[in-house]
């Protein structure tokens, strides 16, 4: 799976494309951990190429929230889709990360 | 109740197949004209349950996965079905947060979100012989 990774302001903007499950979820984690290796203040995951995940991207974010929580970095979602949002809501992901515009 | 139509679908576990399975079972299911969440929620529920079997029955390792889907008027009974290492506990494996590979990154959530996107779920297994899991969702058409 590709992932973008852009500077945007002070934050890191992580871009998935396409769907997020066991075949591509080691793509996410990898993309996810390089922009926490350069220790911004803010990662934003932007979803809006994404069409579909499943519990394997929650246990992916779950494990780099924590990463980024002992760095003092905010993780951020926005351009949430319909399915994801459910899975967030279910999952009660909300709880610890912040959906922003 | 009648049923109206139904598709047996055997794949080889692998990561791979996940999208195919999910895919194909969405699409078979839209024949009940289901809502776009509806579809969404057969999606995850199949996603969950084919990614235990690769994951957890089978280990990495091949094996064969058994889907089958049964539609009926306005709902849908799909059964998911592996011959891996299976396991004891159902209770416990149902539980939330709980997973057999605590060591890497998993959210345990994976029979919480079938009983969350579907109506009902059953899941009976065997230590040694494997596990099958049975849903049914009824659709609002």
Do not use: W
Request: proline fraction near 2%; glycine fraction near 6%.
């Amino acid at each position: 799976m590709e992932v973008q990774i852009t500077a945007e302001r002070d934050s890191l903007v992580v871009r998935p494309n396409g769907y997020i499950d066991e075949y591509t979820a080691h793509d996410f984690r990898r993309a996810l951990e390089r922009a926490a290796d350069q220790y911004p203040p803010t990662i934003i995951i932007d979803f809006e190429d994404v069409d579909f995940m499943d519990s394997t991207g929650i246990g992916t974010m779950l494990a780099r929230y924590k990463v980024m929580r002992d760095r003092n970095i905010e993780l951020c979602v926005r351009n949430v889709g319909k399915q994801v949002d459910k899975l967030f809501r279910l999952t009660g992901i909300y709880s610890i990360l912040n959906l922003v515009r | 109740m009648k049923m109206d139509n139904y598709c047996k679908l055997t794949v080889n576990s692998a990561t791979k197949i996940e999208s195919f399975a999910r895919s194909t079972v969405a699409a078979f299911c839209s024949m009940l004209n289901p809502t776009l969440e509806e579809v969404n929620d057969i999606k995850t529920a199949v996603s969950e349950a084919v990614n235990n079997c690769v994951v957890h029955a089978y280990g990495g390792e091949d094996g064969a996965i058994d889907i089958e889907v049964e539609l009926f008027e306005n709902c849908v009974q799909i059964c998911v079905r592996d011959y891996g290492c299976g396991f004891d506990n159902v209770n416990e494996a149902m539980q939330p947060f709980y997973t057999s590979k605590p060591h890497e990154e998993r959210s345990g959530m994976g029979f919480t979100l079938m009983q969350a996107f579907m109506n009902e779920v059953e899941v009976v297994s065997r230590k040694g012989e494997g596990t099958t899991v049975v849903m049914r969702k009824t659709f609002a058409c």
